[in-house]
């Protein structure tokens, strides 16, 4: 095993640095992960521009990678020997709080670096703390006796396992959140990696009617879209959405809105307001504003619309994602448009930003590429 490890460091907005860590001493409760894949999203956009935490930083917080250097304590908590290929959620909980214990370590205090300077989050950590390799933008990743690791099947290969992420927030915000299910109406907003993903959790759960939305410059996307299961999608540059959506449904609404734009501003959730069904639909929105002026909230109480927030994602969730990438029942390959080597990080974020390279969908950044 190599002595030090070579990591693309965030250290001020927009810059990366690449710095040699040396190779943790692990404690024989922890192991260390050979990073395959690291997933690249909008949230890393945003952080990179516009850093949440103190830098320096590795970011990186969808990793897929192989087990090495497993201690005694790590494999007997874990059931993971070296060798073994895990998906790592990038929460890391304390496990004694009452969410960890409830299975929702997602909102554990320990990972939550919104109100704990001292949180530990895979791609958010400040590398200054230590074992340094908190982030998946590196070679190695350091693996502490409370990370989340699920075993990834056989049959998935890493960069097919790069998708987990989206596709288990599509799971847990459509179908837990959401309640979407058999002989469902969904309309999802925004055909990116997390709308498609969306598309394919409603499909499989039932859902009879997938309307999809974008701009004219997603026409590929919404196209991609149909293949993995929408039913109708409409470019909302092009035509009146709300008017195409209650031709499709008969003047209903749809039972379920799912919010995946990026930067669309207080349109979609309008949107999704006017779009819902008479009564009691449910609308998941993402927060991106800190205020939302002239809120519909007599439209919102008087059609009964419950409001779920886009939060992350289960154990649960993840092991559901796993299982449909195992099937192999949609070609959830079609989402990872490029591939990227560490050299090449800062390209890749501006990418998925919607700079540089065009046509990106998601994102996967190979550590070892050219290395
Ligand atoms: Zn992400
Ligand atoms: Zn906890």
Redesign the pocket.
């Known amino acids: 095993m190599a002595e030090s490890v070579l990591a693309a460091v965030r250290t001020a907005p927009g810059r990366t640095e690449f710095r040699e860590f040396p190779m943790p001493n692990t404690p024989d409760d922890s192991a260390l992960l050979r990073v395959e894949v690291a997933?690249i999203?909008?949230?890393?956009v945003k952080m990179y521009g516009k850093p949440p935490y103190p830098d320096p930083v590795i970011m990186g917080?969808?990793n897929i990678g192989v087990i090495e250097r497993a201690g005694r304590g790590f494999t007997e908590r874990h059931g993971l020997v070296d060798g073994d290929r895990v998906f790592v959620e990038h929460y890391i909980g304390c496990f004694r709080c009452e969410w960890c214990h409830r299975g929702e370590y997602r909102h554990c205090e320990a990972t939550d670096w919104r109100t704990n300077p001292d949180a530990r989050r895979y791609g958010y950590t400040t590398s200054d703390n230590p074992y340094h390799l908190w982030g998946g933008f590196a070679q190695y990743m350091y693996l502490p006796w409370n990370a989340v690791v699920h075993k990834v099947p056989d049959n998935v290969s890493a960069e097919l396992a790069g998708i987990v992420?989206?596709m288990s927030n599509g799971i847990e915000w459509a179908l837990v959140d959401g309640g979407v299910g058999y002989n469902s109406t969904v309309l999802i907003q925004g055909p990116g990696q997390q709308g498609l993903s969306q598309t394919v959790a409603c499909k499989q759960a039932g859902a009879s009617l997938i309307i999809m939305t974008g701009t004219t410059r997603d026409a590929a996307r919404l196209e991609l879209a149909k293949t993995l299961g929408a039913d109708d999608i409409i470019d909302v540059q092009v035509e009146d959405p709300l008017e195409r959506i209650l031709d499709v449904t008969r003047g209903k609404g749809v039972d379920v809105v799912l919010d995946c734009t990026s930067g669309a501003g207080v349109k979609p959730v309008l949107l999704g307001v006017d779009a819902l069904k008479r009564r009691a639909g449910t609308l998941l929105i993402q927060g991106e504003m800190s205020s939302f002026p002239d809120f519909p909230v007599k439209k919102v109480t008087e059609k009964a619309i419950t409001i779920k927030s886009a939060r992350g994602h289960s154990y649960h969730s993840c092991e559901l994602a796993l299982a449909q990438l195992a099937s192999h029942r949609f070609p959830l390959d079609l989402l990872t448009t490029h591939t990227y080597g560490l050299a090449d990080v800062d390209r890749a974020i501006r990418s998925v930003g919607g700079e540089v390279d065009e046509g990106v969908i998601h994102v996967s950044l190979l550590p070892w590429q050219g290395a």
């Open positions: 997933g999203c909008g949230t890393d917080h969808e992420t989206p």
